[in-house]
């Protein structure tokens, strides 16, 4: 069991609250937060002053103060934790909600100069895995990255227009038909889709932000590690969903009218079902054990919270960061972005280590081949003999499949880099040392390149070209150029 932790964030005054001479309203110390209602009867101290305890309160309002809390730090206390669980098996996410243009993009993304919690994340697990492959451990990391606009979802690797769908497993849960998945091999190539994701987002000026989110974005990380451990095979896959969500908003602050409106619409209808998914979560951890009522989850009313169903209640560690303006003139936007974090804190997930089956069943018969040999060897039992050959060569079996299923990933993946694949600006390059066939497809409707590596000694081409006029197909035209081979 795992609470869901949550973090507050308050950023500097915009410049859209220097001119209006707004007033601060936020005040921090320690985890606690609290905002101040300049419009109140100062005499009802409980209307005028509110006050919330989280597991983080971040001042990041003014640098020159000694509170004030860096992108490092939040990195510190949050992004290390999303790191450990990838390595310990466990799912996780982190998700930024606040108003828009509280500064969620920025602590999730942040700028060149100083980067956000998502590249923080992905260079900390590629730093790690170049240490555990020191200790014999392997590794394979592929990413995807997905929008949610107006209810549809986006394949951000492909471009904005790439509609896919949603879809439910029995098993595994709601996931995202024909979804870009790619395999990354090192930082770089992990930095490269997130600024080719960022590229494609959807993004639009309102009065409250220049470049404002007008979607959902959940960047997926999908970490498999493998190895042996005390002489057992050891595999686990962990998800990471690094999730920057469109701000909350009214029509009127943010100036909102024809398409913008209709996006508005449409971004507050999917944050008011999470808030609806938050408090029946938040309601049903907190009744007595054993007293619980029947409660329904409305996950499926909103595509962002039937994708995040596994984080909200679920099988993940996941973390908040809401994220609030400092300002008088936003005081009813910060109060309800509160009043939603401090419901967070009370849903409880249940994250368990996501370990392959057949790596469960070896560990699990050599605990019951050593319960075995002790029961043998103390009641000097003959007929457990048997048993114990039974098992393990059972176990021997399972352990051969894993490591023959390990040994090919890895020498696909090795291929995969040889083969030398770059990007070039808008282009690929193909930059490769060994033999290979490039097929490029003549038909109009397609836009597949196939890429086949050669094997020494192991693959023989042989062209046959009875006639130059007679060749058909996809590669008559590039074979007649070729010399003949006999």
């Known amino acids: ?29 320690g985890n606690r937060t609290g905002i101040l209602n300049c419009k109140a009867n100062a005499r009802d101290e ?14 990041s309002h003014n ?68 240490e555990n492959s020191m200790k014999g451990t392997t590794h394979r990391v592929s990413v995807s990255y997905l929008e949610i606009y107006q209810e549809k979802v986006a394949d951000l690797l492909k471009g904005h227009n790439s509609a896919v769908r949603v879809r439910e497993h029995p098993k595994k849960g709601p996931y995202v038909e024909g979804l870009t998945t790619l395999i990354v091999t090192n930082y770089e190539q992990i930095l ?46 962990s998800k990471i969903h690094l999730v920057d969500l469109a701000g909350s908003e009214r029509a009127d602050a943010t100036g909102s009218t024809g398409k913008r409106l209709k996006e508005g619409a449409h971004i507050n209808k999917s944050l008011v079902t999470l808030g609806s998914v938050i408090s029946s979560l938040a309601e049903l951890c907190s009744e007595p054990s054993g007293y619980r009522r029947s409660f329904f989850i409305p996950y499926r009313d909103s595509v962002l919270t039937w994708l995040l169903k596994d984080s909200l ?8 960061i809401a994220t609030i303006s400092p300002a008088d ?46 029961l043998m060897f103390n009641e000097h039992r003959s007929d457990m003999l048997a048993k114990i050959h039974e098992k393990e060569a059972r176990e021997k079996e399972l352990t051969e499949e894993w490591t023959s299923k390990w040994r090919e990933a890895q020498a696909i993946l ?27 497809d003549d038909d109009p409707l397609s836009t597949g390149v196939t890429l086949y590596h050669l094997k ?30 006999y």
């Open 46 to 59: 409980s209307i005028r002053y509110k006050e919330f305890t989280f597991d983080y309160s971040y001042w």
């Open 313 to 320: 209640g679920g099988n993940s560690k996941t973390i908040m």
């Open 1 to 29: 069991m795992a609470s869901v932790k949550v973090a507050v964030r308050v950023r500097p005054f915009n410049q859209r609250e220097l001119d209006l001479e707004a007033k601060l309203i936020i005040q921090m110390q």
């Open 329 to 374: 003139c936003n005081y009813a936007e910060s109060l309800s972005t509160l009043r939603y974090a401090n419901r967070a804190k009370n849903i409880i997930n249940k994250p368990t280590i996501n370990e392959d089956p057949n790596v469960k069943l070896i560990r699990e018969l050599r605990e019951e081949i050593s319960k075995l040999r002790a």
């Open 414 to 440: 090795r291929e995969q880099t040889a083969l030398g694949l770059r990007k070039a600006g808008p282009g690929v390059v193909l930059d490769s040392d060994r033999p290979h066939l490039v097929a490029i």
């Open 63 to 130: 640098k020159e103060s000694p509170n004030f809390v860096s992108q490092e730090q939040v990195y510190n206390d949050l992004g290390t934790e999303v790191v450990d669980c990838a390595f310990q098996g466990y799912n996780g996410c982190v998700f930024a909600y606040g108003q828009t243009g509280s500064g969620k993009t920025f602590t999730m993304m942040g700028s060149p100069e100083e980067q956000g919690l998502i590249p923080r994340v992905c260079k900390s697990i590629f730093d790690r895995m170049v």
């Open 192 to 237: 490269e889709c997130i600024t080719r994701g960022n590229a494609n987002r959807t993004t639009a000026a309102t009065n409250m932000n220049d470049v404002s989110s007008r979607s959902h974005a959940i960047f997926t990380i999908t970490f498999v590690q493998a190895g042996y451990c005390n002489g057992i095979p050891s595999e686990t896959v």
């Open 456 to 485: 020494v000694n192991i693959n023989y081409i042989i062209i046959c070209l009875i006639k130059e006029r007679c060749i058909r197909g996809t590669f008559g035209k590039r074979i007649a150029s070729l010399p003949y081979l």
